[in-house]
C-alpha cells in the first residue's frame, strides 16, 4: 500500500522509514482516532454529525509523538503543519513541561491506539 495514496487527505511530517506504518493504520488514526481534528483543536462536532468524516484534512500532518521512537501507529500525532513543524522542533519533553494536560490527552489516545490495534 502506497503512503502517497494518501497524501492529499493527510500528510506524514519528517518520515524516512514508511515501512512500519500501512494505509489502514493511517485512516484509522485519521478517522478513528484525532476524528479528522489536529489533537491541539478544540472538538465542536454536534451529537450525531461526526458521522463519516466529511471535513478538509489536507492542511493536518501526522508526526512522530516521541522522537526516539520510530513512527508507529501508537507513536504518531496529527498535527497542523505549523503544530508539527514546532512539535518536531521543541520536543515531547518539552510539551510534558509546558502543556501536561495536552500531553495527557495525547497519551490517552495513544493508549486506545495500543489497546486497539498493538495488542
Known amino acids: 500500500c502506497s503512503v502517497n495514496m494518501l497524501c492529499c487527505s493527510v500528510s506524514l511530517h519528517t518520515f524516512q522509514d514508511y515501512s512500519t506504518i500501512c494505509c489502514l493504520q493511517i485512516i484509522f488514526l485519521l478517522r478513528e482516532v ?3 481534528f489536529s489533537a491541539r483543536a478544540d472538538r465542536q462536532v ?5 458521522k463519516g468524516l466529511m471535513r478538509a ?4 500532518h501526522l508526526t512522530r509523538w516521541d522522537s526516539s521512537r520510530p513512527p508507529t501507529v501508537d507513536n504518531l500525532v496529527l498535527l497542523t503543519q505549523e503544530e ?3 512539535h518536531d522542533q521543541l520536543g515531547l519533553q518539552h510539551w510534558q513541561q509546558e502543556d501536561p494536560e495536552f500531553v495527557a490527552r495525547v ?3 495513544l493508549n486506545v491506539v495500543r489497546q486497539q490495534i498493538c495488542y
Open 107 to 109: 497519551e490517552g489516545l
Open 34 to 36: 484525532y476524528r479528522g
Open 57 to 60: 484534512t489536507a492542511h493536518l
Open 84 to 86: 508539527a513543524e514546532e
Open 46 to 50: 454536534v451529537p450525531g454529525g461526526d
